[in-house]
């Protein structure tokens, strides 16, 4: 007899975890089902060690350039594995974290590989659970195009295993994870070249943000090459050799597949059961269900931003809905995104041409504040902007930013475009003197039509 339980959750990334804490706090006796280590991409290999990273990319910035601040210090380089053991301490400690707390709720942890045998159950390494509902959490992994892995051709995930620093590296990809590692590496001095194949780097941004980011990391010295996609990399004696569809070619040490993150699917038995699959992502409705039994997909397996948050409102959501709660579905467009290279950018709703799309481009207005009026970010020594999208006589439907720390400023950022807030009500709120947080009161105000140091 298969051992029974009211949810049981196939992965114990963000999402997996997410939607088995929610649902014990419903009452719902769940198993979670994980072939790894509980915390998925977002603990181990994605968001927690590469802003660890990130940090520590930060401090040896602020160190170089400490003298501008009237700080005396020397800079003698960025010892690798030391950021490695440091990055390792604060994931080993969110690790044990999560499994206590998952322990304390009673949540069953059943380790190894799953696969969905009926709609109903799904059997580990030979063993069978069954339940009422199941929940496919099983998110993603890095994509590589079909290119061979070695000690020069990496991913994120070895990336962060290095132990030593190329001199130089080639990133494969211009988007959030290829922009934030060529922005850590440049920091730690290395010479960076980032090859992406659309018109610009983070293409899915603002165009305002896009042109900042792309000066930005021209002044700090990373290269770029845009519009042309990569045809071949080979390892060469002394490294690797890029190679794009026009014939320009490009040597380094090192070359970072970061390409984007694929779904993983295969060999999970969906298909089998009746699921949709397309490239490999599970299709379902705005519900979440896949339209087959009493069975959900949550996170990256589900086409849409890859983001470890969306991932726990997708948890949060299935088991809200398991409940039958009828929660708000949980819309792309108005999730956070912050991408933390330097400068950071950070972006919830419409972008300008997407509002000009969906409202007509004389039913939309925009404003721009320009970070250098900001007090707080001169102290910083940050320049950048502030950008609010509205409908003429309606909500803000975009806020977009782009500075050193910005991303701090996503919270409001997200409370304005998901209560659908009019220019007037976010000007009329007060913004503490001197913080970054300013800016966004500022750019409100020029958009109600009444700036105060515009």
């Known amino acids: ?18 939607a088995a804490l929610r649902a014990v706090q419903h009452g719902f006796s769940v198993g979670l089902i994980e072939k790894s280590k509980l915390g998925g991409t977002c603990l181990h290999t994605g968001c927690i060690p590469t802003k660890a990273y990130l940090h520590a990319a930060e401090i040896a910035d602020e160190a170089r350039s400490s003298e501008k601040y009237g700080v005396r210090t020397t800079f003698e380089g960025v010892d690798l594995a030391k950021v490695k053991e440091y990055k390792d301490g604060i994931v080993a400690g969110k690790h044990k974290g999560l499994t206590g707390l998952l322990k304390m709720r009673k949540i069953q942890v059943i380790e190894g590989e799953g696969k969905l045998v009926s709609p109903t159950e799904i059997d580990v390494d030979g063993t069978s659970y069954s339940a009422q509902n199941i929940v496919l959490a099983t998110g993603s992994t890095a994509k590589t195009f079909g290119l061979p892995l070695s000690d020069k ?18 990133v494969l990809g211009g988007g959030v994870i290829g ?16 090859i992406e194949g659309a018109p610009s780097l983070v293409p899915n941004e603002d165009p305002d943000i896009i042109k900042q980011l792309e000066k930005t990391f021209k002044a700090r010295g990373i290269s770029f090459s845009t519009g042309t996609f990569f045809k071949d990399v080979e390892e060469t004696a002394d490294g690797v050799k890029v190679t794009l569809e026009d014939g320009t070619t490009f040597e380094a040490d090192l070359c970072l597949v970061a390409v984007g993150r694929g779904p993983v699917t295969d060999g999970l038995g969906l298909e089998d059961q009746g699921i949709t699959l397309d490239r490999g992502f599970v299709m379902t409705d705005d519900r979440l269900h896949t ?13 849409g931003l890859q983001l470890a948050h969306r991932g726990y409102q997708h948890g949060i959501f299935v088991a809200e809905e398991i409940a039958g709660n009828s929660p708000m579905t949980v819309l792309d467009i108005n999730i956070p995104k912050v991408t933390y290279c330097e400068p950071e950018i950070m972006s919830i709703g419409y972008t300008q041409p997407m509002a000009e799309e969906t409202y007509g481009k004389d039913q939309i207005e925009v404003t721009k504040y320009n970070l250098a009026g900001n007090g707080k970010s001169s102290i910083l020594g940050t320049g950048g902007i502030i950008k609010m999208i509205a409908v003429k006589g309606g909500p803000i439907v975009g806020v977009h930013g782009i500075g050193t720390r910005i991303g701090e400023q996503i919270g409001e950022a997200q409370l304005i475009v998901n209560w659908e807030a009019y220019p007037e009500d976010v000007a009329s709120l007060l913004h503490a003197h001197p913080t970054q947080n300013e800016a966004m009161g500022e750019a409100a105000m020029a958009l109600f039509g009444h700036p105060l140091h515009g």
């Open 1 to 18: 007899m298969a051992e029974e339980f009211d949810v049981l959750v196939l992965g114990g990334g963000s999402a997996g975890y997410a």
């Open 153 to 170: 051709v990496i991913t994120s995930t070895e990336a962060l295993e290095m132990e030593e620093l190329p001199k130089s590296a080639i």
């Open 291 to 303: 339209g087959v039994g009493n069975i959900y997909a949550v996170g990256d397996i589900v086409p």
């Open 179 to 194: 922009s934030e590692f060529a922005s850590v590496w440049k920091s730690y001095g290395v010479d960076v070249t980032i």
